[in-house]
């Protein structure tokens, strides 16, 4: 499952399961701190993402196991 995740001015992640949740300001379904959480730091990200994440946007990206009740 794809989910679309933000990376704030203090490094904290959001994720959102759709990116139309995004940009209808929902809160994000999850959050998490990036400098910090495991399954985040092992997570393999392209260049694109990183590069994307790095500049504050949503990027999709493969869940990293924080949605594993979802389908």
């Known amino acids: 499952m794809n989910v679309w995740a933000r990376v704030n001015h203090v490094g904290w992640v959001h ?40 500049a504050g946007e949503l990027v999709e990206l493969e869940d990293p196991g924080y949605f594993d009740d979802e389908t």
């Not at 959480?37 to 993402?49: F, G, H, I, V």
């Open 15 to 54: 994720l959102w399961r759709r990116r139309e949740d995004f940009e209808a300001a929902e809160p994000s379904a999850h959050f998490l701190n990036g400098r910090t959480d495991p399954r985040w730091l092992e997570l393999a990200l392209t260049a694109d993402q990183k590069i994307g994440l790095e």
